[in-house]
Nanobody, 115 residues
Framework: QVQVVESGGGLVQAGGSLRLSCEAS????????MAWYRQCPGKQRELVAS???????NYADSVKGRFTISREDAKNLVYLQMNSLKPEDTAVYYC?????????WGQGTRVTVSS
């Protein structure tokens, strides 16, 4: 079984930065794609950023140029560096790790951006 835990959320003022971390533990034979999703109040969950095992990345248009996803495979970690935060970035952020073709989700970490 694989467990996924996010950390790093909190309250920040508009224009500020936060770095989210996500760690996978358990039986991990191979980490494939890693991604961050978010669910803003009253909206559906949406993809924020993803990174494949080869390092290629994909970002939602709303965060391009402000957010950066990175991974540290030796430690089973994925990060989301969030800069120039806006109130509309307020959401619960979820990490998903794809391990040998299966998706494992974390419980989420809340990010609140005040204006």
């Amino acid at each position: 079984q694989v467990q996924v835990v996010e950390s790093g959320g909190g309250l920040v003022q508009a224009g500020g930065s936060l770095r989210l971390s996500c760690e996978a533990s358990g039986v991990i034979l191979r980490l494939d794609k890693m991604a961050w999703y978010r669910q803003c109040p009253g909206k559906q969950r949406e993809l924020v950023a993803s990174i494949r095992s080869g390092g290629s990345t994909n970002y939602a248009d709303s965060v391009k140029g402000r957010f950066t996803i990175s991974r540290e495979d030796a430690k089973n970690l994925v990060y989301l560096q969030m800069n120039s935060l806006k109130p509309e970035d307020t959401a619960v952020y979820y990490c998903v790790m794809v391990v040998v073709g299966s998706d494992y989700w974390g419980q989420g970490t809340r990010v609140t951006v005040s204006s």
